[in-house]
């Protein structure tokens, strides 16, 4: 009698343990597809679309501050431009009617420019959002991780184990549960950090542009326009590390040893979040931006 009451009370204890362990399960899982499906929501989205507010604070402090700042630099640039050019035809000596229609030209090119900044820079970002949302929807197969199905093979895992290496597991489940929840807070630093970097970039938008008419003050925007390819593209990139973490982590169903799962779960955590934080430095790598 003494053994059956002692052997009702550890399947008891092993019961409640396993119900303990699937529950750290349900929820790691529940969390990961959650932080994945808002950095799917979140990356796709322009900057006049994520925050409409912001968005036109940005526009009108760049409207009515900068735009003008950038006027004066499009007259200093240009007038530094018709003074090279004079100079490169021997001062004047084989000057050609057609140069100053050159000047013109390239002076209506600059002011145009200048005038639709902002519609060059949503541009920019539409045609990133574009790319971002099709390869959302190529990758959201892989983007529900756990279900029922995994959650029985967990627990056809967990029957014939132990009290006491149930016990040793609930609490490495608890540990790596605790863990994963930690990359909401990865996720909003990338996530936030990225849209308010975008912002502050395009509040400048028409100094760099302005002086795109000019070889040599031309540099600085190109290098500008650059930058806001990596940073549009950057959201591409951020989806293809969620892609890659999302089918890495659906092997600790169908892993051997439970444990090592477990921790490799973790580290797959670990290595999303160092990815992400590098998703920027490799996306200005890539368009030559600095």
Known sequence: MFNSLFDSLTQWIKEGLIDGILSNFSGMFDSINEQVGDIAGQVGQTPEGWNAGVFALIRTLSETVIIPVAGLILTFVMCYELIQMIIDKNNMHDVD????????????????????????????????????????????????????????????????????????????????????????????????????????????????????????????????????????????????????YSVMIQNIATADNIHIAIWSCAGYTVLLCYTLFRTGSVSKSVFGAH
């Not at 145009?112 to 045609?127: A, E, P, Q, R, Y």
């Open 97 to 244: 009617t057609w140069m100053f229609f050159r000047w013109i030209f390239k002076t209506y090119i600059a002011v145009f420019i200048l005038t639709n900044t902002f519609d060059i820079v949503m541009g920019i970002f539409g045609l990133a959002q574009h790319v971002v949302n099709n390869s959302a929807g190529i990758i959201s197969d892989n983007l529900d991780i756990g279900g029922d199905t995994m959650i029985d093979t967990i627990r056809a895992q967990l029957e014939p184990m132990g009290v006491w290496e149930l016990l040793g597991l609930y609490l490495e489940t608890a540990i790596v549960a605790l863990c994963i929840s930690a990359l909401s807070i990865c996720v909003f630093i990338v996530i936030y950090g990225r849209m308010i970097e975008i912002y502050m970039v395009i509040s400048i938008a028409p100094i760099p542009l302005s002086t795109m008419a000019n070889r040599e003050w031309g540099q600085m925007g190109n290098n500008y326009l650059k930058s806001l390819f990596a940073l549009a593209f950057q959201g591409f990139l951020i989806m293809v590390c969620v892609a890659i």
